[in-house]
């Protein structure tokens, strides 16, 4: 294995889980508790350049310009070592991380980073991964990067150890006219990452058995869903799977909540133009902001109503989008 002589650049897409994964059972090797499903967005993505030098004395890496320390390097570090363990060589890399997500609009980033660097950094090592590997690789960094190694429509099949556990696309291309419109309610930076609340809600909600099952039988009925273009099906179930999840936050001991004021605010309008007959329906992670899914014809109900709450700058449309490619300058 030869890693390259200049640097490999890769872009992934940032997804939103409609089955949410939220709990491990492998914190070391990141195996989830349950399979998740997934729809890869075209607005949000992450450019990463990767190139193993044997003239650095350690990982150099620089997001949007800035040159990373302590947590943010080691956290990339420490993947870095899986890709080296992997390809069998030591050199330290270069690493340039580009952000493609509108100003601090606070969506997650870690699915489309992790996924890009698990591209670049492979390739620039001297491997040639399969999407499947990849997608296992990604999921070392960031359990939703494994669904934004492919586009459309894509699933995270839990698995229960590191062959077992990848991702694999559902519907690459989707030829329906499904958007999501992204709320930006709150900026700044999330006070419980998603790997502390995760951790809290299978250590102590009581009502985490019961989200195992759910969210097991959700992927079936989503999946079904997707083929069958039962949109309505569809964006039930992701709604209600959204909600059990911020339940067992609610449920842990201390309980907590990524819901602010506006979060309960928007999860009303959009109760209140579903009632108004328009089909939208919304899904939350691990912070405040809201994405809702709707068809085409409702987009534009959907956005004016969002925007008149909190603003025309708050309120992004999205549709599904690709999944990870190697860019040639
Ligand atoms: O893998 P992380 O740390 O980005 O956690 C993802 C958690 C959720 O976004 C809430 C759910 C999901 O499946 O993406």
């Not at 909540?257 to 108004?276: M, Q, V």
């Not at 939208?280 to 085409?296: F, H, Q, S």
Request: aromatic content about 8%; glycine content about 6%; charged content about 20%.
């Amino acid at each position: 294995m030869k890693p390259t002589t200049s640097p490999v650049k890769a872009r992934a897409h940032t997804n939103i889980a409609l089955v949410k994964y939220w709990g491990k059972k492998d914190e070391q090797l990141m195996i989830p508790q349950n399979s998740s499903l997934s729809l890869t967005l075209d607005q949000f993505y992450t450019d990463t350049a990767v190139q193993f030098r044997d003239e650095l004395a350690a990982d150099q890496i620089t997001f949007n310009g800035q040159l990373l320390a302590d947590d943010g390097q080691r956290k990339i570090s420490r993947f870095l070592n899986v890709v080296r363990d992997l390809a069998g060589i030591s050199m330290h890399a270069s690493v340039d991380t580009v952000n493609h997500v509108p100003t601090a609009a606070g969506l997650a980033s870690s699915a489309s980073g992790f996924a890009a660097l698990a591209g670049a950094a492979s390739r620039a090592a001297g491997l040639t991964l399969s999407p499947r590997d990849l997608s296992r690789l990604a999921r070392r960094g960031s359990g939703s990067a494994t669904r934004s190694i492919f586009g459309g429509f894509a699933a995270w099949n839990m698995g229960h150890d590191d062959n077992s556990s990848y991702g694999y696309p559902i519907e690459e291309t989707v030829d329906w006219d499904i958007a999501v419109v992204a709320v930006v309610l709150n900026k700044t930076a999330k006070k419980i990452s998603s790997r502390q609340g995760m951790r809290a809600a299978v250590a102590t909600s009581p009502f985490y058995g019961a989200w195992v099952q759910t969210a097991t039988r959700d992927f079936d009925t989503v999946r079904q869903a997707i083929a069958d273009r039962d949109f309505a099906t569809l964006g039930h179930v992701s709604e209600e799977n959204a909600m059990r999840m911020h339940a067992l936050n609610l449920s842990a001991d201390p309980s907590f909540t990524y819901f602010n004021a506006d979060t309960l605010h928007a999860i009303t309008l959009i109760h209140e133009l579903r009632d108004a007959g328009y089909p939208c329906y919304c899904t939350i992670d691990a912070g405040p902001n809201i994405k809702v899914l709707c068809r085409e014809p409702a987009v534009t109900a959907v956005v004016t109503k969002l925007q008149a709450a909190f603003g025309n700058d708050a309120v992004l449309v999205a549709h599904p989008g690709p999944g990870l490619t190697f860019i040639t300058d």
